[in-house]
């Protein structure tokens, strides 16, 4: 914040009513020029609304994919090489977009940073996420179509095979993630996906020094091509037991190979490694020891949106001040209660909802 910022938020602590003229009168300027603070720090996320009410704790920042999902899913096991019957449905996604709206969802402040088209898709998609409360005033907009992932998933849910196109998102470089520096520097927790591109990843990586940034490989191909990003501005990595292989050039197949993966990150100077092991649950290393946490039993309706839920409840107990495992351990209830919907982001998520799955399955 600027020096007359930090003014105006002084004055708003020590009386939240405190209108526009008022503020002037105190800092003997103009209210136009008081309005052109207000506007800043609402841009920032350090007041919000029209009441100028103070955000008491940071709220986190989302850099990297948005795009539509096109789900198709096959009515019986699906058959190769030839057309099968089943249901297709279309809805906001893209890996950054998602965990945004599950942070949302869970009562957090965030900031979503990507590209969309100037099309319908784009129109519809920032609308809907717009109302579910993510701020996305730093989504720039391009003459490209906007993303799409197209899904097929077998008549259990489980994902057949997958077609990202994002070309929108590869459009996300410095010159936009420059428009939001405020709010990535101000930021309690800032995720970034694998979706972007390499300077540009270093430029936000480069714009959060001082806050937790949680890298999210997005798939084998892009870690191997952001790899070498990966040093002490990262505070946690998220990937799979493929993507841990491709972000080190190590193997993982066996855990010992795991953890000196994970090992080989944090001599980078990445403090965590949380590695997702799909059914088993997930492995937290730190530079000090290794969690095995166990995935919650769930019913599967469809896994689509499943690792973004996670993420995104592990960011969300980590602004409240959890531990990273207690925040590991939240994220996998998430993930549990995303598998258990129809939906990729889960519209009725709640920290109550989370924290009931987790005293169900642990009462003690």
Same mark, same amino acid.
């Given at each position: 914040?600027?020096?007359?910022?930090?003014?105006?938020?002084?004055?708003?602590?020590?009386?939240?009513?405190?209108?526009?003229?008022?503020?002037?009168?105190?800092?003997? #300027?103009?209210?136009?020029?008081?309005?052109?603070?207000?506007?800043?720090?609402?841009?920032?996320?350090?007041?919000?609304?029209?009441?100028? +009410?103070?955000?008491?704790?940071?709220?986190?920042?989302?850099?990297?994919?948005?795009?539509?999902?096109?789900?198709?899913?096959?009515?019986?096991?699906?058959?190769s090489?030839?057309?099968?019957?089943?249901?297709?449905?279309?809805?906001?996604?893209?890996?950054?977009?998602?965990?945004?709206?599950?942070?949302?969802?869970?009562?957090?402040?965030?900031?979503?940073?990507?590209?969309?088209?100037?099309?319908?898709?784009?129109?519809?998609?920032?609308?809907?996420?717009?109302?579910?409360?993510?701020?996305?005033?730093?989504?720039?907009?391009?003459?490209?179509?906007?993303?799409?992932?197209?899904?097929?998933?077998? *008549?259990?849910?489980?994902?057949?095979?997958?077609?990202?196109?994002?070309? !929108? #998102?590869?459009?996300?470089?410095?010159?936009?993630?420059?428009? *939001?520096r405020?709010?990535?520097?101000?930021?309690?927790?800032?995720? +970034?996906?694998?979706?972007?591109?390499?300077?540009?990843?270093?430029?936000?990586?480069?714009? *959060?020094?001082?806050?937790?940034?949680?890298?999210?490989? +997005?798939?084998?191909?892009?870690? !191997?091509?952001?790899?070498?990003?990966l040093?002490?501005?990262?505070?946690?990595?998220?990937?799979?037991?493929?993507?841990?292989?491709?972000?080190?050039?190590?193997p993982?197949?066996?855990?010992?190979?795991?953890?000196a993966? !994970?090992?080989?990150?944090?001599?980078?100077?990445v403090?965590?490694?949380?590695?997702?092991?799909?059914?088993?649950?997930?492995?937290l290393?730190?530079?000090?020891?290794?969690?095995?946490?166990?995935?919650?039993?769930?019913? +599967?309706?469809?896994?689509?949106?499943?690792?973004?839920?996670?993420?995104? *409840?592990?960011?969300?107990?980590?602004?409240?001040?959890?531990?990273?495992?207690?925040?590991?351990?939240?994220?996998?209830?998430?993930?549990?209660?995303?598998?258990?919907?129809?939906?990729?982001?889960?519209?009725?998520?709640?920290?109550?909802?989370?924290?009931?799955?987790?005293?169900?399955?642990?009462?003690?």
């Open positions: 914040m600027t020096e007359r910022e930090q003014q105006i938020v002084d004055l708003l602590r020590r009386d939240p009513l405190m209108g526009s003229e008022a503020l002037a009168a105190a800092l003997g #300027t103009t209210r136009t020029s008081v309005n052109v603070h207000l506007s800043n720090l609402g841009k920032k996320g350090v007041i919000l609304g029209r009441g100028y +009410v103070l955000a008491e704790r940071p709220g986190a920042v989302v850099v990297g994919g948005a795009n539509m999902d096109l789900k198709a899913r096959s009515a019986a096991p699906a058959t090489h030839t057309s099968n019957p089943g249901h297709g449905s279309m809805a906001p996604g893209g890996v950054a977009r998602n965990i945004a709206e599950n942070l949302a969802r869970l009562g957090d402040r965030v900031h979503l940073v990507s590209v969309v088209g100037r099309d319908r898709l784009g129109d519809n998609l920032l609308d809907h996420t717009a109302a579910a409360g993510v701020r996305v005033e730093h989504v720039a907009r391009t003459d490209r179509p906007t993303g799409t992932y197209t899904a097929v998933l077998d *008549a259990d849910g489980e994902l057949i095979v997958a077609i990202a196109d994002m070309e !929108a #998102t590869a459009e996300l470089g410095p010159r936009q993630l420059h428009s *939001a405020d709010v990535i520097a101000t930021a309690g927790v800032l995720v +970034v996906d694998g979706n972007l591109r390499r300077e540009a990843l270093d430029y936000a990586l480069d714009l *959060a020094e001082g806050v937790r940034t949680v890298f999210e490989p +997005v798939s084998v191909p892009k870690a !191997a091509g952001l790899k070498d990003a040093d002490a501005r990262v505070y946690a990595v998220t990937p799979n037991r493929d993507e841990l292989a491709a972000l080190t050039d190590l993982t197949r066996t855990d010992r190979q795991v953890s993966a !994970a090992r080989s990150l944090h001599s980078r100077g403090e965590l490694v949380w590695i997702r092991l799909g059914e088993r649950g997930s492995v290393s730190t530079t000090e020891e290794v969690v095995e946490i166990p995935a919650l039993p769930t019913s +599967v309706q469809d896994v689509t949106g499943a690792g973004d839920a996670m993420l995104a *409840a592990f960011c969300h107990a980590l602004l409240a001040g959890g531990s990273p495992e207690e925040a590991a351990r939240f994220g996998h209830a998430a993930a549990a209660l995303t598998i258990d919907s129809p939906h990729t982001v889960r519209p009725d998520l709640t920290p109550r909802l989370v924290r009931a799955a987790l005293d169900q399955e642990d009462p003690t």
